[in-house]
């Protein structure tokens, strides 16, 4: 390390250095120490005086007090920072966490109320003579998606195909075509053929189909009863396995699948299933429709139609 | 030793005070302090090659800290400010070790 001035001679100057033309590197490299220093000690040993001075006169130690008051404010400042932030952080997740609670405990309240609803339908049916069994009002229930099921059936999934998956820098506009996404309407076509093949309930994504549902697009998302769903969309159906798995095979569902699959690489399987859960419809009601009342009028007609529209 | 002592107290007197540097000012801390580094890294290596100066110590502490705060104000001005920032920073650091190298080899003859 050169602890010289490094001033050179220009007209004696040493022979050409093979880093010449890297004068900033070697400059950092080379003499580290501010140059104005040697400059001073330079000045100082020509007026006769030893070339440094004393560390206790009053510059370099009030330099020395401020360069010290800097690195405490600095520590001060800088480290609290980031503490500062994680009770903001823990404020906001305890936030998320009651909002979740408060939630979690109005789903129970709404499934309570509807057990509640059902008991009472149960008993009025029973007591006040309005033509249904508890059999047919279960039938009703069932059919309209206001009470979970089980049984065996047939599971379709449906995935995008695996181009689009993420497009690598998840850049939307890369050009990526669309071709491979699922589409409302191919699930909807898909929903229809089940139902044509002797579905008796549904649900996509834990969405149970019902008479009020529509699958939708709403910009790249498929709405089902209003819900958004991320691929793989799973279409769960209950109904006699085996009778659903060929009459949808052989039917428009299977040709319609097959066709998605091969033109654009949409990923499809069709399964069996011996047991299937289907949640109850999240809301089902009439606002503005009420039925008759056995004693103004004939009481309705109960028609149960399992080919609902799904779209 | 005087000096030291200063430097302690100097650390002290920001801890306990804590004074709220405005925000305005905060991005231009880290800087200062690597300025500082340097500038006290450069007056133990003089004062070991026995030439070192008061005057050329506080003005390279201020100048140091002055110049890399005005660096990293046009780098945000400009946009670039993290990338001069990175800058000041490497320049700096090297500055600072082989400051520590020269030191070491005054102290321990290695």
């Known amino acids: 390390m050169a602890t010289t001035d490094g001033t050179e001679d220009p007209t004696t100057g040493p022979a050409r250095r093979p880093d010449e033309s890297m004068t900033l590197l070697t400059a950092l490299l080379e003499r580290p120490l501010d140059p104005s220093y040697q400059a001073a000690a330079d000045h100082r040993v020509s007026k006769g005086l030893p070339p440094a001075t004393s560390w206790r006169t009053p510059t370099a130690i009030i330099t020395a007090l401020l360069v010290g008051a800097l690195l405490g404010v600095s520590a001060r400042t800088l480290v609290p920072r980031q503490q500062l932030a994680s009770p903001v952080k823990a404020e906001i997740i305890q936030q998320i966490q009651t909002r979740q609670q408060e939630a979690d405990a109005g789903e129970a309240q709404v499934q309570a109320l509807q057990s509640e609803v059902s008991n009472l339908e149960q008993s009025a049916a029973a007591g006040a003579g309005t033509g249904l069994s508890a059999e047919q009002l279960d039938t009703l229930r069932r059919v309209a998606g206001t009470v979970e099921v089980s049984g065996p059936g047939l599971v379709v999934t449906l995935d995008d195909a695996r181009a689009t998956d993420g497009s690598a820098d998840g850049n939307p506009r890369t050009g990526v075509s669309d071709d491979g996404r699922v589409m409302s309407k191919d699930l909807q076509i898909v929903a229809n053929a089940l139902w044509a093949a002797g579905a008796e309930s549904m649900a996509i994504n834990g969405q149970r189909l019902t008479s009020h549902t529509a699958i939708r697009f709403a910009g790249e998302a498929i709405l089902v009863n209003f819900r958004p769903l991320v691929p793989p969309y799973v279409v769960e159906t209950i109904g006699d396995a085996k009778a659903l798995e060929l009459a949808f095979g052989a039917g428009t569902g299977g040709a319609y699948l097959k066709t998605l699959s091969s033109n654009f690489g949409i990923r499809t399987s069709v399964e069996t299933a011996d047991h299937l859960t289907l949640p109850a419809a999240a809301q089902i009601g009439s606002r503005e429709a009420t039925p008759l009342r056995p004693g103004e009028s004939t009481p309705p007609t109960v028609r149960v139609t399992p080919k609902e529209s799904a779209s | ?110």
């Open chain 2, 1 to 110: 030793m005087i000096p030291i002592i200063g430097l302690v107290i100097g650390i002290a007197i920001g801890v306990v005070l804590n004074p709220d540097v405005p925000l305005w000012l905060q991005p231009y801390l880290p800087i200062a302090v690597i300025a500082a580094l340097d500038a006290i890294f450069g007056g133990i290596r003089a004062t070991l090659d026995g030439i070192f100066n008061d005057k050329v110590f506080v003005v390279s502490f201020i100048s140091n800290v002055i110049v890399a705060a005005f660096i990293v104000f046009i780098g945000d001005q400009l946009g670039v400010g993290s990338q001069l920032t990175t800058g000041v920073v490497v320049v700096l650091g090297v500055r600072i070790f082989a400051n520590v190298a020269s030191i070491r080899r005054h102290l321990f003859k290695a």
